[in-house]
C-alpha cells in the first residue's frame, strides 16, 4: 500500500502537476483578491428548489460541457495523434437532433427525453464514425478530416432545425440542465461525474486503454501484434461522439433553446487545450482522463476568474490566450526536461559533495 | 445636375415600362434578389420568408434568389441577374464594399436597384433607395421604454452582441448615452457574441459577486434567455412584477411568447420585413420620397402585447 | 603513396544512447579511386557517412583531408571542404530546370543570370557527357540523369570526395552503365569516389578497393581484385568462431520426425515471390541472405505482416487463412519483429504493459488482463529472462536494446506459441544477451516449439539451426542441412554458384 502511494506520487502525479499548480495558483490568486470568492450558499431558485451557489458552483458546472468533450478528446488524441475540431459543430448537431425528436411528440415525459438523447447520440457517432473512417481508413491528418465537419456541421445543425433558434420548455429539461428536485448539486456537474465512472468502467472491462495508447504511441508495433489499428481509432471518434451529444443535450437543457451558430461555439479550441493542459501529449499516445478534465477545470476557472475581475469583454479571449500559453509551455517536453536537468544537476552535485 | 438626373430616371422609368409590357410575356415584373442565406439567423430566415410571400406569382412577380454570406459569390449573382435581364435588383451585402461596377452595369442596362437591411458604400445615384432599420432607433425606442418605467434606481447589466457589428452598435448607443449621464449605472457590460450560455455565465458572475442590479438589457432575446436562466437558478424573480427587468431584441415568437407570460418586460423590434416598402414602391411607379427608407420598428412591452402582435410581429414558430 | 592519400579517417567512435554505433573506425580514400563501402544492416556504414558529412559528430577520432586535421561540424562545412553526398533519393527540385538546380543556393548565385547560368551548365554537363542541357526542366529527365546532374552539381562544386549512397537501387542495368562510365571519368579526373551498395556484383564492376564494416567494427579494407566474393561475404556476415563457448549440441536430427506444425505452398505477399516453406514441431530452422534478399519479407507473409496475396497456409495439417497478424498469432504464431524500435516495442508503456500486449489482444477486447495478474506475469518473465529493469512500471524506452529485446520475447513467450518466428533478435545487444536468447531458442525446440530463426550473423544460425533456406534476390536458392551446414558451403550459395 505503502508502495503503492509512492508510486502515485513518482507516476501519477507527475503528469498532473502542471494542472493541480495552475488550479491552485488561480485558487490563490482569487483569494487574495476577494476571500470570499469561493463561498457557497445555499439559495432557493425559481422552481422553489434549495441548490448550492457561487463561483465554486458556477466553475464547476459551467466547465460540464467540455469537461465531457475533453474526455473524448483525449481519447482521440491518444490514438490517432490529432485532435477533433468538429465537436462543436457536431454537438450542434446532436442538440438539434435533441430538440427535433422533443417538439416531435405532443408533450415531453422523460421517455421522450430519452428517446431524443438515444438518437441524439446516435447521430453523433455516426458523425464520429464519419470522422473516424476519414481518418482511420484514409489516414488523413484529424485536423483535416474533421475540417469537413467543422465547416458544415452548423449549416446542417440548422437545417435539423429548420428555423434559426426552435425552443423547447419543460421541467424535465430544466432538471437536466439546471438543477433537479431535491438536488442541490447542478446536474450537469453529476453528469460529468456519471460519464467519468462510464469511461473508468469502460477502461476497467475492457482492454481499451492499453490499445488505444499502444496504437498512438507506435501504430507499426501495434499492428504487429495483432491490435486492429483502424478499429481502435475509429472507435475513439465514436466514443468522442457519445462525449459530444452529451454536451450538447446538456447544452440545450440549459437554455431550453438550440442556437446552431452559438452552441458550444470554439469549443473544441478548448477542449484540445484541456487535453493539452492536463499534460496529455497532443502527440498521441500515453494519457490520463483526469488530466483532461482538471484542465477543462483551469479553462473554466481563467474564464470566470476574468470575467469576475470584469474584465473588459474584448479582453477576455486575450487574457485567456497568455495564461493558457504560460501553461503550455511549462508543461511541454523541452521545459520539463531542463528542469529535470536542473533538478538532478542540484542532485548529483551534493552527492559529488558527499563524495568528497 | 439634379433635375438631369431626375429626367433621366423617369425618361428610364418610361423606357423600362415600355421595355415590360414588350418583353414581359406574362406580364409579370422580373425580381431578383441577392441575400445572405436564411441559416444566417432568425432573423434572415424572416427576412427571406418575407421576400418569398410578397414577391409570389399571385402579387405580380416572378422571384429569382441567391443566397450566399461571401460578397464576390453575392456581386457574381448580381451580374448573372443582370445578364439575364431581370427588372428590379434587390440586395442585401455581406459587405459593403465593391458593388460599384455591378450597380453601375445594372443602371446602364436600366435595371432599378433597390437595397434592404443593409445600406452600401456607393454613390446614391446607383440605386433607387435602401430600405433598413436603424439599430441607433431601436436602442433608443428600448431606453425610453426604460425610462418610462420611473425607477428610482437603474442598475443594468449589458450584455451586448458581437463588438462591431451593426446591430450591437446601435443597440448600445442609447445605453451608454445613460450610463454617460449619470441616469443609470452600468454594473457590467460585456459581449457575449450573441452567444446564450455566454451571457448566463456574465449575469452568473454578477449574482456571484453580490451586487445589486435590477435591469437586464441584452442584445438579442437569446442573450435574454441565457440571463433569465442565470436568474431563475439564483432564485431571482424577473419579468413583470419582478425584482429585475429583463429587455431582448429581435422579437422572436417564442421571445414574446416569453413577455406574454409577464417572464420578460420587453422586446424590440428588428424588422425583416421591407419587401412589402419595396413592393409597394414599385406597384406604385413612384420614385420613392428619399433615398433612405428606415422601416418602421416596435418595442413591445409585456403589459400591452396581444397575441395579434406575436402572430403579426414574432419571427419564427 | 602518402601524397595520393585524399582523406583519412583514423579510430573514429560513435555513441547513441545504449548503442554504440562506431568503435575504432579506420578509413582510407586516396586520390583517383572508387572505393566500396560494404556492411550488413547496422554495421555503421550509414553512421560512417553522416559523419563524413557533417550530419552526425564523431564521439572521438580524426579526420584528414589532404594531410590537414579538419573537423567537419554541419552538412555545409563538409561541402566547403570538397565532400559531396548523392543520396539514393533525389534531393534536387525537379520543377527547376537543370542549370538552377546545379546552381541553386551557391554563393554569388542571385547575381548570376540565367544564360550564364545555362552556359555554364551546359559546359560541365558536356564535358561529364551528361545528356541533359541547362535549360530542360529537371523533373523530364530520367532517374539516372538526375542523379547524374546531381553528380556534376557536386563536380562544379570542386568536391575532392564523392559519396554515392546506393546510387543504382533504382536504375536499370543501362542506367546503370551511364552512372558508372561517369564515375570512372571523374576517377581519371583524380576525385575519389567511396561507393555504398549492396550490390555485389556492381562492387567487382567498378571499384578498386573494398572496406568492410561489421557490427561498427571495421573489418579490414581489401583490394578488390584480391578479395573473391565468397570472402567478402564472408567478412561481411562475420565468423568469429566459438567464443561464446559451448552451450548445448545443435540437435541437427531434432524434429526431423515429428509432425509438420506449418506448411506453405505458394505463399506470396505484396513483398516477396511465391515461396514453399514447412517447419516441423520443435525444429529450428533459418532464413539466410543479405540484406534485401528477402529473408525478412519471407516470414513477415507467413505471419500476416505484410498484405499476403496468394498461397495455401496448412498449420497442424488444417487448412487456415492467415491475412493480419491476429491470424498468425491465433494460429499459435508469434513474430519478433527485424526493427525493435520500429516494430517492437512501444516506447512509453511500461515493462508490464508492454509484456502483456499480445497476450492481451489475443484475449480480446472484453477481456482486460487485471493489474495484479499483469503484474504476476511481468514479474514471473523479468525473474525468468532476467531482464534488467528498475521495476516493471519502467518505461521499455529507457531500458538498454538488450533488454528492450528481452521484454519483447517475454511478450511473445507469454501467448504461449507453437511457432516462434526471431528476425534479427540479436542485433545490436550485448553478447552475453545473445547468448541467453540462442539459449532459449534451443531450450524452446526441446519444449516441441517450432523456430524459425532469422540473424545477419551466419555463426550464429549455424549454431542454433538445424537447417537453413537461402536466399537471393527474392528467391530462394538453397536449403542446407546436416553435413552442408557449415559455413563455407552458406557463403558460396549466398554468393551465387561462381568462384
Known sequence: MKDGSKKFLKNGLGQLTIPLIAVALLVIFNLIRDPSFFSISITHNNVGNAVLSGNLISIINGASELAILAIGMTLVTAATKGQDISVGAAAAIAGSVFVKVLKSGSEISVGMVLLAFLCACLVAMIFGAFNGTLVAVFNIQPMIATLILYTCGRSIAYWINGGATPTVNSPILNAIGSFAPGIPVPTPVIIVIAVTILFKLLFHFTSLEILTQSVGINQSAARLNGINTTFIKLLSFILLGVCVSVAGCIGVSRLGLINHETLLLDVEMDAILAVAIGGNSLGGGKFKISGSIIGAYVIQMLTITLYAMKVSSTDVKAYKAIVIVLLVVIGSPVVKERFRKIFKKGKSGTKGVEAA | MRRFSKVLSLALVVIMMFALTACGGDGSIKVGVVNNPPSESGYREANVKDMEAVFSKENGYELKTAYSLKNDEQLQAAQGFITEGVDYLLISAAETTGWDEVLKKAKDAGIKVYLFDRMIDVDESLYEAAVVSDMAKEGETAVNWLLSQNLDEYNVIHIQGAMGSDAQIGRTGALDAQFASGKMNKVVQQTATWDEAEAKKIVESVINSGEDFNVIYAENDGMAKGAVAALDEAGITHGVDGEVIVMGFDCNKWALRELKAGAWNYDGQCSPFQAKIISDLIKSGNAPSSKKIINEEKGFDAKTLTDADIDTYGLGE | ?499
Not at chain 3, 557533417?54 to 554541419?74: K, L, N, P, R, W
Not at chain 3, 538552377?100 to 561529364?128: H, P, T, W
Open chain 3, 1 to 499: 603513396m602518402q601524397e595520393e592519400c585524399l582523406l583519412k579517417l583514423r579510430g573514429i567512435d560513435k555513441y547513441f544512447p545504449g548503442v554504440r554505433a562506431l568503435h575504432n573506425v579506420d578509413f582510407t580514400l586516396r586520390k583517383g579511386e572508387i572505393h566500396a563501402l560494404m556492411g550488413e544492416n547496422g554495421a555503421g556504414k550509414s553512421t560512417l557517412i553522416k559523419i563524413l558529412t557533417g550530419v552526425y559528430q564523431m564521439d572521438d577520432g580524426s579526420i584528414t583531408i589532404d594531410g590537414e586535421a579538419v573537423s567537419i561540424h554541419s552538412p555545409q562545412d563538409a561541402q566547403n571542404k570538397g565532400i559531396s553526398t548523392v543520396y539514393q533519393e533525389i534531393t534536387l527540385c525537379p520543377n527547376l530546370t537543370v542549370a538552377e538546380n546545379m546552381f541553386i543556393g551557391r554563393e554569388g548565385g542571385l547575381l548570376v543570370n540565367q544564360k550564364e547560368y545555362k552556359r555554364k551548365a551546359d559546359e560541365q554537363l558536356q564535358s561529364l557527357g551528361i545528356p541533359a542541357r541547362g535549360g530542360q526542366q529537371l523533373g523530364s529527365c530520367s532517374l539516372a540523369v538526375q542523379q547524374m546532374v546531381a553528380i556534376a552539381r557536386a563536380v562544379d562544386m570542386k568536391c575532392k570526395v564523392l559519396i554515392l549512397d546506393e546510387p543504382t537501387s533504382s536504375l536499370d542495368d543501362k542506367e546503370v552503365n551511364m552512372l558508372f562510365s561517369l564515375m570512372r571519368d571523374l576517377k581519371a579526373k583524380g576525385v575519389g569516389i567511396i561507393f555504398v551498395t549492396h550490390f555485389l556484383e556492381q562492387v567487382y564492376e567498378v571499384s578498386d578497393r573494398i572496406t568492410v564494416l561489421r557490427n561498427g567494427e571495421l573489418v579490414g579494407e581489401y583490394l578488390t581484385k584480391d578479395l573473391p566474393q565468397v570472402q567478402l561475404v564472408a567478412r561481411m556476415m562475420g565468423k568469429e568462431l566459438d567464443e561464446l563457448g559451448d552451450f548445448g549440441e545443435t540437435d541437427s536430427a531434432a524434429g526431423s520426425d515429428s509432425p509438420v506444425f506449418y506448411e506453405a505452398s505458394g505463399l506470396v505477399s505484396e513483398e516477396t515471390n511465391p515461396f514453399d516453406f514447412t517447419i516441423r514441431k520443435g525444429e529450428v530452422n533459418g532464413f539466410t541472405g543479405l540484406l534485401g534478399s528477402g529473408r525478412s519479407e519471407s516470414v513477415r507473409a507467413i505471419f500476416g505482416a505484410d498484405k499476403v496475396t496468394g498461397g495455401t497456409v496448412k498449420v497442424n495439417g488444417e487448412e487456415v487463412k492467415i491475412s493480419r497478424p491476429v491470424d498468425a498469432m491465433k494460429k499459435g504464431i508469434a513474430y519478433l519483429a527485424e526493427d525493435r524500435k520500429r516494430d517492437g516495442i512501444i516506447a512509453d508503456l511500461s515493462v508490464r504493459e508492454n509484456i502483456i500486449l499480445a497476450l492481451q489482444v489475443m484475449n480480446g477486447f472484453f477481456k482486460p488482463i487485471s493489474r495484479s495478474e499483469s503484474e504476476a506475469f511481468a514479474d514471473e518473465y523479468i525473474k525468468a529472462l532476467n531482464i534488467k529493469t528498475a521495476s516493471s512500471e519502467t518505461p521499455i524506452g529507457s531500458l538498454s536494446g538488450g533488454n528492450q529485446q528481452k521484454v519483447i520475447l517475454a511478450r511473445w513467450l507469454l501467448t504461449h506459441p507453437d511457432y516462434l518466428i526471431l528476425d534479427e533478435p540479436t542485433r545490436g545487444i550485448d553478447v552475453g544477451t545473445k547468448l541467453e536468447i540462442q539459449k532459449l531458442v534451443l531450450q524452446l525446440a526441446r519444449d516441441g516449439v517450432s523456430v524459425t530463426f532469422i540473424s545477419s550473423e551466419v555463426e550464429e544460425m549455424l549454431r542454433t539451426c538445424s537447417r537453413l533456406i537461402v536466399m537471393r534476390d527474392r528467391h530462394i536458392v538453397g536449403e542446407l542441412k546436416g553435413e552442408d551446414l557449415n559455413q563455407a558451403q552458406v557463403m558460396k550459395t549466398i554468393a551465387g554458384g561462381e568462384a
